[in-house]
Structures are given as structure tokens and as C-alpha cells.
């Protein structure tokens, strides 16, 4: 069937992306983008780091230039929340009760803060993180400094905005389920790293432990109470515990879910002429015969550039190494592969100490996942890594810890 007209819901990376991609591709019908935000879609990861902590602004931010939609006639409705999908008619509705067809779909629904039914959680000073708007109001809260602050999740977002309040000079203390921050992602012997980092600059840790209810007076959060029975001053409290894939659209239409919405290796759903990319798309990767749901910008950008060919009929498939980066004080890492093919610890090159490494794992011989922290970028170590991974060459673990064997012998295999 001829696609004649597209429907992008989503206005994040992987929706815009999409709609960027089709023009180039040179798909001359109507591309309609629904976002739910009132904002042009836009980057997350500065919002957790470089545009919270003022060092960047808002010009920065949009995934393409304000005037670029109406340049190339795709219609972007912001603040267009979509309610219902017919994937029998080829329909959306939106809010309004207006329905609008399509020949093909795009589900770039996201992910959603995770909630923990806290008591206490809607005192003010209490806030999840996800939006732009969240971040507006999280530096507002944080730049004057000297406040106390509480962060209840010691994943990836928690460790990046306790980075960003302890830089502002407030006092941080955060929670966590772990024994180690990060080390169901990286291990305990780096997640320990990362602890040492934080704790040298008086971020105070306690773990295991959960957040059992949030105290106020007067309507504003004055403390929170841990599962131990600590109370912990508080001015502000972050619940930055994960977030969930926005499937309840795909849901009520009867596509198939798993940890998201189940798709092919080229984003097709179980729906006919329906589509999914980004946060939301639990898609079949071709280097590992599993499906994978990654939640970070590579895989949006990815995603969109795939689903944006493969809605036009296109050979497109989403083979790329999964990659993340993180900035926290003056530690910079980078991050790709697949960590649920890890076995066992990490290889390390370089020093912990002088916090300038790689680390790399392995199973059956052959890396799998690898990072770099603060490794000379002239090296190109991240993009040495993802060639390891692709290649599934068996490498000795001497040589990947020997700082002595160039990266490009690790890859000729010498």
C-alpha cells in the first residue's frame, strides 16, 4: 500500500528525528508530529547536565531549528495530547475528539517518571524529573545553594543531578536500593568509583535504603523518613527512580508488549502500519537475536533515522552498538554495548586512582560492553570499542589491561 500520509506521536528525539528523516528521504506527503509537551521537541540529556548546571542554555536544546517544521510542511502540534488509536481505520484521536488518519504510524510515546506511593510525595519541594520544565524548576531550586537535598534513586539520573546540586553548593544525600550506586549497570568495583567520586565531594550515601515517607510542615517538605527509621533534613526532595515506557496507547489498541512495545528489527509492531521507536520500543537487535529497550539518545536518534525509512517501504534495520555517555563533576564517560551479555568483571586499562580509564567486558572471549572515563579522546576509545563489539573477536584480557597494545592492534586481531 502507497503511504500516503504519516502520523508521528511523540515529540521527543526519535519523533523529530522521524519527521526530519522522511523529507530527506524525500517523502513529499503530509507528516503530522502530536506532541504532548508544549515544547518544540528537544534533547534530554542536557537537562540533567549541562543545562542544569547554567552551563548551557536553552538555544541548545531543540533537535532542530524553530522555523525548520514549517520550512519542510511538516505540521507540529504542540501540547496535542493523543487518547485513542484505531489501527483497523488507520486513526488517531486526539484530545479534542478530532480523529486524524494515517497510512502509517510512528509510537514515539516515550517513557514516564516511575512513581513510589510515598507518603508526603505531593508536599511542595517534592518533584520527579523528566521535562525541560522539571529541569527549569530543579535549577531555579538548586543555584542559590545551602539548601538540603534528598535524592531517592542512585541510578544514572540520581548520580547526575546529586553531581549538579553538590556543584551548587547544597548539601545531598542520597538513597538508594543498591548496596553500590550503578552496579546493577557497571559492577560493583566501578560503581564504587563513582561512589568515591561523590563522596570526595561530601555527597553522603545511604544504602541499601528506601525513602518510607516524605515530612512537611505547613505544606513543604521538611525531611524525609528512611525505611531505618533516619530522618533526613530536607528542603528538596528528587525521585529519580527509573521511568516506565509510555505503552497505554499501544495497549488499548492490542499491540503487543514487552517491557514496551514489542517490535522487529526494523520497528514494525504487530499493528499493521504501525511503527515504534525510542524509550517506548523493545526492538529486535540484530547483534544479539534478543530484544532490547534502551532508554538513551543514541538509540532515539537511531531509532527515528529507521523508522522514518522503514515507514517508506526502505531496507532499514537498528544494528547500532547501544551507547550512552555521562558528565559528572570533571569526570567524563562514555559507554556502549550490551550489558546483558556481560560476564563477569571488568577488564581494566589505565588507573582508577588517577581516574583516567577503560574498562572493557567480555564473554566467551569476545567484548561485549565497554567505557572509557577521561581517556585521551585522540585515541577514539569509544569508537575502538563499538569495532571490538562488532567485530566478536576473541581478545586476551592481557592485552585489553596492557596500556602498551594500541587499541587498533586489539582490532587487527595481532
Known sequence: MAVESIVIVGGGLAGAT??????????????????????????????????????????????????????????????????????????VTLGDGSRLPYSALLLATGARPRSIPLPGSSLDGVMTFRTLDDSRRLRDALSAGGRNVVMVGSGWIGMELAAAANSYGNSVTLLGLEQVPLAAAIGPELGAFFRSLHESRGVRFRLPASAAAITGVDGRVTG?????????????????????????????????????ILTDASLRTSAPAVFAAGDVANALHPFTGGHHRSEH??????GGKVAGRAMLGREAVLDTIPYFYTDQYDVSMEYSGFPSLVEGPPVLRGSLERQEFLAFWQREGCVVAGMNVNWPRSDKPQKAIKALITARASVSPDSLADPDVPLEQLLSGD
Open 224 to 260: 524525609v523518613r528512611t525505611d531505618a527509621g533516619e530522618i533526613l533534613a530536607a528542603d528538596l526532595v528528587v525521585i529519580a527512580v527509573g521511568v516506565v515506557p509510555e505503552t497505554s496507547l499501544a495497549a488499548a489498541a492490542g499491540i503487543a508488549l514487552d517491557n514496551g
Open 297 to 302: 539518545w543514541s538509540n532515539a536518534l537511531n
Open 18 to 91: 522521524a519527521a526530519k528523516t522522511l523529507r530527506v528521504e524525500g517523502f513529499e506527503g503530509p507528516v503530522t508530529l502530536l506532541a504532548e509537551e508544549p515544547q518544540a521537541p528537544y534533547l534530554r540529556p542536557p537537562l540533567s547536565k549541562e543545562y542544569l548546571l547554567g552551563k548551557d542554555g536553552e538555544d541548545g536544546l531543540p533537535v532542530v531549528p524553530a522555523g525548520w517544521y514549517g520550512e519542510n510542511d511538516v505540521d507540529l502540534r504542540l501540547g496535542a495530547p493523543v487518547t485513542g488509536l484505531d489501527t483497523v481505520a488507520r486513526t
